[in-house]
């Protein structure tokens, strides 16, 4: 982990300011933030650890375990909402058989809700990995989860 | 639009632009793209017909779409199999796809030229004016229309004369607030400091508007320009753009035009030979609505939680990093160089009295048509809705527009001539936000409505106030017990009293409009909140807990569409007779009430 941490470091300058975008590749390199680098990253940017761990909680975009290989993200934005978009949730969720920030037991599919992923005229949305689908039916739903992601 | 951005190159026959806005790009733009390239180059007609993506035309409902210039046959719903037809029929022959062009949907013919459109016709576009023309990822393409032009002639100015062209135009922030941009630039530059910072909010946090998205994925050297004008006049060297975390396009968009103009020596030190230096450095949010808010943004820049401050002191006295700093959002930034190469008072002109130029909508929910409206200031919604929006879907009624997101407030249809612009909007109790407008129609509960904003800002309030903190998730529960038939009118007047607490008490935007969908659904539509809390009834047939679902036998057609709709096959029907529906079977998905036209599902 050592190396790594030190690789994302040296795009950075050690100051506050770079604490959040730090925190960011932390993640984009891991898929969450291990307690050993929110450490490394509070020593780096020269603030308590407690510190670290404020900020990374503020923020919806922090997570602070593993995630799965796929993930789903169903948005709930005004929109989605108008045109059905609780009801997507609902299937997911029952197809799934988790709710909203937990990960199936096979590590396959890690669930999560957006506020608006500013698609509305696709409205109601989802994305699963980088894919975005937009006017989801809830019967296309397994569909495009088995259709995208390992 | 149009003229005012497609400059058509002489030595090339047809100009094949393709949108990959994030629209269209989740429906394999992407391929289309390259498909088209491949039948151009195999078709010998490279170096006659150009192939371009571009960011978002607006029209989102009818995407992917291509269009061809200089003819401005706009093609809809393309895929990419259809790609070579196109190159074929088109680009070859001279003729037309039939079946892809737009149909209009009150004359029924086909539309061959998109500035026929009633969705583009009555459009004004000044934000908008290079998305769909130019490609987002290339700056001589933004220079070839006439881009970097304002900052040429602003850097040939005194900062003065730049603040007060500005303040001529009359621009006001797109952010929200409606502050006078000129204003607020004299402010910044007035405030002394060795160094200043210049900070353009792209944390469009509002659900339902994504007008900043598109300007930053389609126009991103816009967006730099007005930046450069704006540091040039209040004497900052340094600034940044802040993206949010969920427009990935966006920041990869922006990031590229940030390189370019690097490398072109547009941003950095002494730039076109001025002695002014700019630089403009990216930052992408982490999913937290209150950094919309700009000392919140501040506090995030700075590596902090994304927390408000009390204002005074004003950014422009004591911002980012201590030192005076100027915000504006994407849309005000866009709106820039036109102000500059077309001077104040041509902007002036466009707009009404108080509210001037123009405003991008992000026209959304129950509508025919949804994307991207642009439109003069003082446009009636009517005109919005009805014509270029294509009016409501499936012969249902308008009951609401929502505007200003979880800020804003419902405009009902007794008001559905206001002409929109900042007073107008303010005084029936909304506001003009961001642009977000959602259209509801009569299957749209107002109290469900209300029930969702409050969901959405009582989960972002970031816990440093008390009224916001507390009173949201009061508001919140009086709210859900409301749509569950919980609730008295003792608790509906104490949800009024909050609401006007939290909206006297709060320390920032967040929680000083938060009440406002609720205020604002009470004012219009109060006789749904009491059909919910007196008759426990939800008459739009949203609030699952109080739906029967029973047919009603006197509204039943007994046309079925309930049985072909039910997933959970607790419907029985036969021809001629009414539907019934086993409650025992029944999962409470609505899917039946959403199929039945006559209301006939309690």
């Known amino acids: 982990m050592k190396e790594q941490?030190?690789?994302?470091?040296?795009?950075?300058?050690?100051?506050?300011?770079?604490?959040?975008?730090?925190?960011?590749?932390?993640?984009?390199?891991?898929?969450?933030?291990?307690?050993?680098?929110?450490?490394?990253?509070?020593?780096?940017?020269?603030?308590?650890?407690?510190?670290?761990?404020?900020?990374?909680?503020?923020?919806?975009?922090?997570k602070f375990s593993p995630v799965g290989r796929n993930l789903v993200m169903v948005c709930q934005g005004t929109a989605c909402h108008v045109m059905g978009g609780a009801r997507v949730l609902e299937e997911v969720q029952s197809r799934l058989g988790i709710r909203p920030g937990q990960t199936t037991a096979d590590g396959r599919f890690t669930l999560e809700t957006v506020a608006c992923i500013g698609a509305c005229a696709l409205a109601p949305a989802m994305v699963v990995n980088k894919d975005t689908f937009g006017r989801v039916k809830p019967e296309k739903i397994m569909e495009m989860l088995n259709g995208s992601g390992s | 639009m149009g003229a005012e951005a497609s400059k058509s190159k002489p030595d090339i026959g047809h100009q094949v632009l393709v949108c990959r806005g994030t629209g269209c790009e989740s429906q394999k733009a992407n391929l289309i793209y390259s498909n088209l390239q491949d039948e151009v180059r195999k078709h010998g007609l490279t170096g006659l017909v150009e192939v371009k993506f571009t960011g978002c035309h607006g029209l989102c409902q009818m995407g992917p779409t291509v269009v061809i210039m200089p003819a401005g046959t706009f093609y809809c719903n393309v895929q990419p199999e259809d790609v070579s037809e196109i190159v074929e029929a088109d680009l070859m022959n001279g003729g037309h796809v039939e079946r892809l062009l737009f149909v209009d949907p009150k004359s029924k013919e086909k539309v061959f030229d998109y500035r026929d459109m009633k969705f583009f016709n009555p459009q004004r576009r000044i934000v908008l004016r290079n998305c769909g023309f130019v490609n987002p990822e290339d700056i001589d393409d933004y220079i070839s229309v006439g881009g970097y032009e304002g900052i040429r002639k602003a850097l040939r100015m005194s900062q003065v004369d730049v603040i007060n062209e500005v303040k001529k135009s009359g621009l006001r922030g797109r952010g929200g607030g409606g502050f006078p941009t000129g204003m607020k630039w004299e402010f910044c530059h007035r405030s002394p400091g060795d160094q200043k910072y210049l900070i353009c909010n792209a944390d469009e946090g509002d659900p339902g508007a994504f007008m900043d998205r598109a300007v930053l994925e389609g126009d991103p050297h816009s967006v730099l320009e007005g930046m450069m004008i704006a540091g040039y006049a209040i004497g900052a060297t340094k600034a940044y753009i802040y993206c949010r975390a969920e427009y990935p396009m966006a920041y990869e968009r922006s990031l590229i035009a940030i390189e370019q103009a690097t490398d072109r020596g547009y941003l950095g030190k002494n730039i076109f030979d001025s002695g002014f230096d700019f630089e403009i450095k990216l930052k992408l949010g982490a999913g937290a609505f209150?950094?919309?808010?700009e000392t919140a943004l501040m506090a995030s820049i700075e590596g902090k939680r994304g927390m408000p401050n009390p204002r005074p002191p004003f950014p422009a006295v004591k911002g980012l990093f201590g030192k005076p700093t100027n915000i504006n959002n994407v849309e005000t930034f866009a709106n820039i160089p036109v102000v500059m190469t077309k001077g104040g008072d041509w902007f002036a002109s466009v707009g009404t009295e108080r509210s001037k130029g123009t405003k991008v909508f992000a026209l959304a929910g129950k509508i025919n048509y949804s994307g991207l409206v642009e439109i003069p200031m003082g446009t009636p919604l009517k005109?919005?809705?009805?014509?270029?929006?294509?009016?409501?879907?499936?012969?249902?009624?308008?009951?609401?527009?929502?505007?200003?997101?979880?800020s804003g407030g419902c405009i009902p249809a007794s008001h559905f001539e206001t002409p929109m612009d900042y007073e107008n909007l303010t005084q029936i109790g909304s506001i003009m936000g961001s642009g977000g407008l959602i259209v509801t129609d009569e299957t749209t509960c107002m109290v469900d409505m209300a029930r969702f904003f409050l969901t959405f800002t009582q989960k972002e309030s970031c816990g440093k106030c008390v009224p916001c903190r507390l009173g949201t998730k009061k508001m919140l529960e009086i709210l859900q017990d409301i749509c569950a038939g919980r609730a008295n009118m003792r608790d509906f007047n104490q949800l009024m009293e909050l609401a006007e607490d939290i909206k006297g008490g709060s320390l920032c935007g967040l929680g000083q409009t938060a009440p406002n969908p609720v205020l604002s659904t009470i004012r219009y539509f109060r006789d749904e909140y009491e059909a919910h809390i007196?008759?426990?009834?939800?008459?739009?047939?949203?609030?699952?807990?109080?739906?029967?679902?029973?047919?009603?036998?006197?509204?039943?057609?007994?046309?079925?569409?309930?049985?072909?709709?039910?997933?959970?096959e607790a419907v029985t029907w036969v021809k001629k007779q009414p539907a019934v529906i086993d409650k025992d079977k029944c999962i409470k998905c609505r899917s039946c009430i959403l199929a039945c036209k006559y209301h006939a599902i309690d």
């Open chain 2, 534 to 568: 007196i008759n426990r009834e939800c008459p739009a047939r949203v609030c699952v807990d109080l739906i029967k679902f029973e047919v009603n036998e006197e509204n039943c057609k007994m046309c079925g569409a309930c049985f072909k709709a039910c997933p959970a």
């Open chain 2, 290 to 293: 209150v950094c919309g808010e």
């Open chain 1, 5 to 62: 941490l030190d690789q994302i470091f040296s795009r950075h300058h050690g100051t506050r300011d770079a604490l959040i975008p730090v925190l960011q590749d932390i993640q984009a390199e891991y898929g969450y933030l291990p307690p050993e680098a929110m450490e490394a990253a509070a020593r780096f940017c020269r603030v308590a650890p407690v510190e670290v761990y404020g900020v990374s909680t503020f923020y919806a975009q922090f």
């Open chain 2, 383 to 406: 005109e919005i809705i009805e014509e270029i929006g294509g009016g409501i879907p499936n012969k249902r009624k308008f009951k609401a527009a929502q505007t200003g997101g979880p």
